[in-house]
């Protein structure tokens, strides 16, 4: 990898498909993550990751490059009108590749710090969207909040569509080009970037997953009128979590936007953004993060590979292989469900420190509650704590 | 002609919506699952039609029948094949949710092979295409318009008589209601299965066979149309076929002729946002009242002032 930074030649070959399929594991490692955060520990199924996905790329065409063009007019620089929806779309392209991108060549702090912008914002814009789409259905069954969350993913779709302010529309549009100051190929340098944001927001949500925290979200998913019954706010609880992992999903959207340095809805269509994260969660096993890596790995090498090989394909299918790819991954679901209900890699007990497991299972085998006598008043049968303080009584 | 061209346009896209709805509450009610894939059956009746009129030289009225039988069997596969298998290994509501988004995209690349092969092989145009040239003439009208309606009519006569005179019907009730208590009373919880998802791939599909005949159609219509089918059972209260008739009724009509008339007021740019429509009223109804019209039927039955009106406008009350 230090090799592909260190080679300031543009990338063929090989070592591009490498770059390719490293940028879309890091990409798709984000949005598996939090999927698994939200439906594998806590039982939200959000079917909306789509919705989360655009809003970070729309933040980077609609937000970053309207304060790129602001800035670079404050420096004296000469834009072609951008104000009308007409020159919005028409006066892109010469703006944002001659003016911004000659601009910004000489700028590294305004260039990562546009960055770091962009990044701060679509993870706060994903969190309001995520408790927007919330609204709705998150009081209400599962059922209901996977048909509110698949219908506003179209929606989202549809009105990036055909409102045009925000990413040109059908045509859509490019964006500034963040890495304008590094000589070599920007895209290592994003695949790198992007694999260290999947890096940290796998810490986040491995630290959240063992705390306290944690396990309350497993608690909801096992059962949530117990949760209710011991006073805790299950409603919020399930809110903030699809809030947080909301937040989490559109730096992918964003961190896409800057690797094409171009928006357009069809990007971020809802088979791309919602279905393959769930079949890469259900593939690699819900409820742990290891199962999410080899799962999102597996599925992003096969459609790399799949798309570069395109060739052999055609000559071998009578039909286009983007057909035949959504056949295989359609029927790759099934199956898993099938013959591997719970992943490749099955969930692990959460172990909790001060807890004696031996201790527990010993005493699960030994009660069988429908062959055991009736106990009599007063008799008592439970786990040790509770019986050592009654004998200690009597 | 009797009607402007708009209202009959609503009037077949209702007829079409209530069909499709009254699949998915169906399924909703026997498998508990909302089926995404409902919407894709509809793609199955399109090319059907499709194939004997352009390829075959037949009328398409013919595929109808056909249409339906096809359309029942590739629901049977699908429950057979994956909802049966692995709502005996335990899966829940949302693992088999899933489940049926996976054959939605499944069933949808099928047809567009499908699509492709035969435009391959025949040279014709087999996306975005319309039959309205095969159609006839009746009362000075399309021949859709008044068949739409007719199959409408009786598909929801003959649902009602199923229902709640002939004994499949009275099982499938029970089925939807208890499974376990109807298994124990004798019923086969899994032919009754097998015949509801029959009925509900059957009736999608012959909605499918109709859309041709007025819309433009291609391999996808049948799937983008599912926002609109969940949002009229859901107007229904999710649980209730009558309820997802009415419900199927008034979003078919807003769809068409609030975008008509939104058009006319705001300008010609709020077509593109027609799909948004039924999205607004899903979203409407889970906020005011999420069980729909039979939460609303309920509190009616519930108040002495609600029983004393249906008694006056002669509704038959149980009880």
């Known amino acids: ?394 | 002609m009797l009607l402007p061209a708009i209202w009959m346009s609503a009037i077949v896209y209702a007829a079409e919506i209530t069909l499709l709805s009254i699949g998915f509450t169906l399924t909703y009610l026997t498998a508990k699952i909302p089926n995404f894939a409902h919407g894709t059956y509809a793609g199955f009746g399109i090319y059907t039609v499709f194939t004997l009129t352009r390829i075959l030289g037949i009328s398409p009225y013919i595929g109808f029948p056909i249409a339906f039988f096809i359309g029942g069997g590739v629901s049977i596969l699908v429950y057979v094949i994956v909802i049966q298998v692995l709502s005996r290994m335990g899966g829940g509501t949302i693992v088999l949710t899933i489940a049926t988004l996976g054959i939605q995209i499944f069933l949808t690349a099928a047809l567009l092979i499908y699509a492709f092969w035969i435009r391959t092989i025949y040279k014709t145009y087999t996306v975005g295409f319309m039959l309205k040239e095969n159609d006839f003439q009746l009362f000075d009208m399309p021949g859709i318009f008044t068949v739409a309606v007719s199959i409408c009519v009786v598909t929801v006569i003959a649902l009602h008589y199923m229902l709640t005179r002939t004994k499949t019907g009275i099982a499938m009730r029970a089925t939807a209601e208890d499974p376990e208590l109807s298994s124990v009373l004798g019923i086969d919880i899994n032919r009754i299965q097998i015949y509801s998802w029959f009925l509900t791939g059957g009736l999608a599909a012959l909605a499918g066979a109709m859309i041709p005949l007025w819309f433009s159609s291609t391999p996808t219509t049948g799937s983008a149309m599912i926002t609109s089918i969940m949002a009229a059972s859901l107007i229904g209260g999710f649980e209730n076929v009558y309820g997802a008739i009415i419900g199927g009724i008034a979003i078919g009509f807003s769809e068409i002729l609030l975008t008509f008339g939104l058009q006319q007021t705001l300008g010609m740019w709020v077509g593109e946002y027609r799909p948004l429509i039924p999205m607004i009223f899903l979203v409407a109804v889970l906020l005011i009242e999420p069980a729909g019209l039979q939460a609303a039927y309920e509190k009616i039955m519930a108040s002495k002032t609600g029983r004393r009106f249906l008694s006056t406008i002669g509704w038959k009350m149980e009880g």
């Open chain 1, 1 to 394: 990898m230090m090799d592909l930074i260190g080679s300031l030649a543009a990338v063929s070959g090989q070592a591009r498909l490498i770059v390719d399929i490293a940028m879309y594991f890091g990409l798709f490692v984000i949005v598996a993550m939090a999927l698994n955060f939200q439906y594998g520990n806590a039982g939200v199924p959000n079917m909306g990751c789509a919705v989360q996905v655009i809003v970070g790329g729309f933040t980077v065409s609609a937000i970053t490059t309207r304060l790129t063009f602001w800035i670079v007019q404050q420096a004296g620089v000469q834009l072609l009108p951008y104000r009308s929806n007409y020159d919005w779309v028409y006066n892109n392209f010469p703006n944002i590749s001659v003016h911004t991108n000659g601009f910004l060549k000489d700028q590294p702090m305004l260039c990562i710090s546009l960055l770091l912008f962009s990044l701060a914002t679509s993870l706060i814009l994903g969190a309001a969207i995520g408790w927007l789409i919330a609204v709705p259905a998150i009081r209400l069954r599962a059922t209901y909040l996977m048909i509110t969350l698949i219908t506003m993913a179209d929606a989202s779709q549809i009105i990036g569509r055909n409102y045009v302010p925000l990413s040109g529309g059908t045509l859509g549009m490019f964006v500034p080009n963040v890495f304008a100051f590094y000589p070599g190929d920007r895209t290592v340098l994003m695949a790198v970037i992007t694999l260290f944001i999947g890096l940290i927001s796998f810490f986040i949500f491995r630290t959240m997953l063992n705390s306290p925290y944690g396990r309350l979200m497993r608690s909801i998913r096992e059962n949530e009128v117990t949760v209710g019954s011991v006073g805790k706010n299950v409603v919020g609880i399930r809110r903030n979590i699809l809030m947080f992992a909301s937040g989490i999903t559109a730096l992918s959207g964003c961190l896409l936007a800057f690797y094409f340095s171009y928006v357009v809805e069809a990007n971020y269509q809802r088979a791309f953004w919602t279905y393959w994260p769930w079949l890469m969660l259900i593939l690699g096993g819900p409820g742990n993060n290891a199962g999410t890596f080899l799962g999102t790995a597996l599925i992003v090498a096969m459609r790399r590979v799949i798309i570069v090989s395109k060739w052999f394909f055609d000559t071998v299918l009578f039909f286009p292989i983007s057909y035949f790819e959504q056949i295989l991954l359609g029927a790759l679901l099934i199956v898993v469900m099938m013959f591997r209900p719970s992943g490749i890699i099955p969930e692990k007990l959460l172990y909790i420190p001060g807890i004696n497991y031996r201790q527990l299972v010993r005493e699960e085998a030994k009660v069988d509650w429908r062959t055991a006598p009736k106990a009599k008043a007063g008799a008592t049968r439970g786990f040790g704590l509770f019986r050592r303080k009654k004998e200690a009584e009597t």
